[in-house]
């Protein structure tokens, strides 16, 4: 069981960049679906959620309204979408699953996202 992010980099504030976590070894639509960061220095936090059904739970107060998470469960990836970067986006993130039916939790490595004029 793998997954891999990508898409992160440097971007300039106000910038966008759209971040995927392509799964192996397991598939994605029988697992819900997290987005999470670390800022050096801070705690790990949930940016968003997307349940195995599709449906989208709740996104962290600081990027409501910018960033969007979805799934494509022909690709078995998930996606988060990110505009209007600030600074303070500025950190690693890593995709989380969570199976629903053996409730086996995997972590990605991590994609840096630096926000930055």
């Known amino acids: 069981v793998q997954l891999v992010e990508s898409g992160g980099g440097l971007v300039q504030p106000g910038g966008s960049l759209r971040l995927s976590c392509a799964a192996s070894g397991f598939t994605l639509r029988s697992a819900d679906m997290r987005w999470y960061r670390q800022a050096p220095g801070k705690e790990r936090e949930l940016v968003a959620s997307?349940?195995?059904?599709?449906?989208?739970?709740d996104y962290v107060d600081s990027v409501k309204g910018r960033f969007t998470i979805s799934r494509d469960n022909a690709k078995n990836t998930v996606y988060l979408q990110m505009n209007s970067l600030k600074a303070e986006d500025t950190a690693v993130y890593h995709c989380n699953a969570r199976s629903v039916l053996s409730r086996n939790e995997y972590w990605g490595q991590g994609t840096q996202v630096s926000v930055s004029s």
């Open positions: 997307i349940l195995n059904t599709g449906v989208i739970g």
